[in-house]
């Protein structure tokens, strides 16, 4: 049956990082993805692409109306603040993430789990400047001249796809620039707690023999739990008939009564192992 | 082997035990960390403040406690997200923002400024060089100047043309265009320092290109000034601005060659390591740097065009060179001086 498919020794690559706290609990933290943070990006880059031309159709309706040289002023200043501090600053305020990295759900940290330094974020934002605009920039100006041959817009392509994929040649999706700034890019998760799948009830809990119990280990009793709290109907009329047909149990009609019944026995035996030192990984241990 | 329907004893699993005694706090946590992230710490009351590091060590252990007894994984699945939402309320969340400015302008800048004197000797050095170079280059055969100053940049200064257009570009009174090409100016020159910070990255050989270049300009404008004996207005022309200018420049590539050396020569600490360490210190100076090519904007863009008197314009950049001197170099008290981050 394809939840009790072990898979756990061959898992993929994870995100998954560990990150012990000044308190010493390690909190297993989850490293945004290179597609999350790419769509992080492509969000700030529309967001600055909209603000730098609502303000630039702003500003040249003022200084056409006033014709004062002013704006021109302004304007070269917001770019360039644009520019350069929208990342930088966004990152430094409280919640150290720009609008696209927390619409996507990340957030900039520093890997030694200190404070986020201002110098930190300020590095990881300057090495942007030669992993994208320096190339793009480069390659415009090429074009707007008329000179960009073949071998120059290989050079900026091949330039730009060094840094551009760099974060897919390491293990910790690190940036140029996180790399540099000492910092990387976790999720941030929001759950709720799932209930508790145990709660006393009403009618009296079935009764399971030990041989009954002993079918399983940690791995089958965690996957039960996900198929309880999420699984369809037709998953759980699956795995009820696998445990009864294994167990030599006879069916009597009620599925989701006889898992439920089945995981807090299990879970209690699991546990009582666990007292004394015995945790079984799984049905082969 | 039959399930018979005993009336046995429920089945209390400690998960359900643990979250009967917890659940509490862990909920007031939840809230309270729900509040910061959306507004600030601020928001909080002074009995919320107190209990926010107690509610998070309970969590904590909780989580701790939960890994070790507990089979439900949506429990500790909770926990870790609860604990690690609250470590970056309590640990990872930088000051606030007009504290960081007053620590950056009276200690990390500084601090960074000074640990990278060696680096910013040798940036000097290539300036001087390259100012040198392109000096007698240029006076050898003048057609090197274009090779080296565009004809944009160069603006009709270029060693055809006569002692009275040269003067009139020194000390003329210019229309407010000049504003806006003294905002293009600092754009321009905070975009070059940001470049010579980021380009260190490859092990510091385009920054040092970067910074020769810089110095070649120099001295190939120096070379057009000086035989038309206009060497002294021209010195203080660049003098009002140049020496909080240049400055800005030579630690923006001190920056760079800190990074690129710390990449190539990490010495005992890891490559990683080390390379954060430069990053950090790099980058502090180099938004430094930016900063202080605003205030040569402005010295540029307004107090240029007030003062056309070469010995007031000398005066300033004096007063400015000696300014940032003190301020770097002069030395602290041990409390200030550390923090190099």
Redesign the interface.
Same mark, same amino acid.
């Given at each position: 049956m394809a939840w009790l498919r072990r898979n756990a020794r061959k898992a993929p690559l994870s995100l998954r990082r560990s990150f012990v706290t000044p308190e010493g609990v390690d909190l297993r933290i989850e490293l945004g993805s290179a597609g999350e943070r790419a769509a992080a990006f492509v969000i700030d880059v529309l967001a600055i692409l909209v603000v730098l031309i609502g303000a630039t159709i702003a500003i040249a309706y003022l200084a056409w109306s006033s014709r004062q040289s002013a704006f021109a002023v302004l304007w070269l200043l917001g770019f360039f603040v644009l520019r350069n501090g929208w990342f930088a600053l966004f990152e430094l305020s409280g919640s150290g993430a720009t609008p696209g990295k927390r619409l996507v759900g990340l957030r900039v940290v520093a890997r030694d789990g200190a404070r986020l330094t201002g110098g930190a974020v300020i590095a990881r934002n300057a090495m942007r400047e030669i992993e994208l605009f320096l190339p793009l920039s480069f390659l415009g100006s090429q074009a707007a001249h008329g000179w960009a041959d073949g071998a120059m817009t290989l050079f900026a392509l091949g330039w730009s796809g060094i840094f551009l994929f760099f974060p897919l040649f390491n293990r910790d999706r690190l940036r140029v620039g996180d790399l540099l700034a000492g910092t990387w890019v976790v999720h941030t998760v929001r759950g709720k707690l799932g209930s508790d799948l145990v709660v006393p009830v009403e009618r009296d809990r079935r009764v399971f023999s030990e041989a009954a119990l002993g079918l399983y280990g940690v791995y089958e009793l965690q996957m039960l739990e996900e198929v309880l709290r999420s699984g369809t109907d037709e998953a759980i009329v699956t795995v009820a008939a696998t445990i009864r047909r294994k167990a030599g149990l006879p069916d009597d009609r009620d599925d989701r009564g006889f898992l439920t019944d089945y995981y807090a026995a299990l879970c209690g035996r699991l546990e009582r192992g666990l007292l004394v030192g015995r945790r079984r990984a799984d049905k082969f241990a | 082997?039959?399930?018979?329907?005993?009336?046995?004893q429920?089945?209390?699993?400690?998960?359900?035990r643990f979250?009967a005694a917890h659940?509490a706090d862990?909920q007031r946590l939840e809230t309270l960390v729900?509040r910061?992230?959306k507004r600030?710490?601020r928001v909080l009351s002074d009995d919320d403040l107190l209990a926010l590091p107690v509610l998070y060590?309970t969590a904590?252990?909780s989580?701790?406690i939960a890994r070790?007894?507990?089979?439900?994984?949506?429990?500790v699945? *909770?926990l870790?997200?609860l604990?690690?939402?609250a470590?970056?309320q309590l *640990?990872?969340?930088?000051?606030s923002?007009v504290r960081?400015l007053g620590v950056?302008f009276t200690q990390?800048w500084p601090a960074?400024v000074r640990a990278l004197w060696r680096e910013t000797l040798v940036s000097l050095l290539l300036t001087v060089a390259g100012a040198v170079v392109g000096y007698l280059l240029v006076r050898s055969d003048p057609g090197w100047f274009f090779g080296l100053v565009g004809q944009g940049m160069a603006g009709g200064r270029d060693p055809s043309a006569s002692v009275e257009t040269l003067r009139g570009t020194l000390y003329g009174k210019h229309d407010?265009?000049l504003?806006?090409f003294a905002? *293009?100016l600092?754009?321009h020159n905070?975009?070059i320092a940001?470049?010579s910070?980021?380009?260190g990255?490859a092990f510091a050989v385009p920054t040092a290109l970067l910074i020769a270049y810089n110095g070649l300009m120099l001295g190939a404008f120096l070379a057009v000034f000086v035989p038309k004996g206009l060497g002294f207005g021209f010195a203080g022309w660049i003098a009002i601005h140049g020496t909080t200018e240049l400055f800005a420049i030579i630690l923006s590539g001190a920056a760079g060659f800190r990074?690129g050396t710390a990449i190539a020569f990490p010495g005992r600490a890891t490559r990683?390591d080390s390379?954060?360490q430069?990053?950090?210190?790099?980058?502090?100076v180099?938004?430094g740097a930016v900063v202080m090519l605003l205030v040569a904007g402005l010295l540029e863009g307004i107090g240029r065009q007030t003062v056309t008197n070469d010995l007031a314009r000398y005066a300033i950049g004096l007063v400015m060179l000696v300014g940032w001197l003190l301020y770097f170099y002069l030395p602290r008290s041990r409390r200030d001086g550390m923090a190099a981050?």
């Open positions: - | 082997m039959a399930t018979a329907l005993l009336a046995g429920p089945a209390l699993v400690n998960a359900s979250r659940d862990w729900t910061i992230e600030s710490i060590r904590l252990s989580l701790s070790e007894t507990s089979l439900d994984r949506a429990l699945t *909770y870790e997200q604990c690690t939402r470590y970056f *640990y990872g969340v930088p000051t923002a960081q950056f990390t960074a407010d265009m504003t806006i905002a *293009y600092f754009t905070a975009q940001i470049f910070f980021a380009l990255f990074i990683g390379a954060v430069a990053g950090k210190t790099g980058a502090t180099m938004g981050a």
